[in-house]
């Protein structure tokens, strides 16, 4: 982005389906945050891409329960988080490049 780095106007607002409740940043790619949404769902910005969520997890594979954290892992691919929230699940979600087709397992099985 253009703007200095001690600018006071935000980069992008982002604009959310449901209330954020945890974000990161991707640490191989930092136009890409992930964020727990207070429904369950993942939603995953790019923020060249504008303000809105380019991909969100399905409802059947969410967790059931508003998301307490979300976080990037330290992978070679740099696509693949975990997310934890009060219904006691921690999922792995493994993003494709594109952020599209993602695949979410509950670390419970």
Request: with cysteine.
């Amino acid at each position: 982005m253009s703007r200095p780095v001690h600018s006071v106007s935000p980069e992008v607002v982002l604009k959310p389906p449901h209330h954020l409740t945890s974000i990161d940043y991707n640490s191989k790619d930092e136009s890409v945050l992930g964020a727990g949404l207070q429904n369950g769902q993942l939603a995953f910005f790019d923020v060249r891409r504008g303000s809105t969520a380019v991909e969100l997890s399905s409802l059947w594979t969410s967790h059931k329960d508003p998301v307490c954290r979300m976080l990037w892992i330290v992978s070679k691919s740099g696509n693949e988080c975990m997310s934890a929230a009060t219904d006691g699940q921690v999922q792995h979600v493994v993003q494709q490049p594109s952020l599209q087709d993602l695949e979410s397992r509950d670390c419970r099985k």
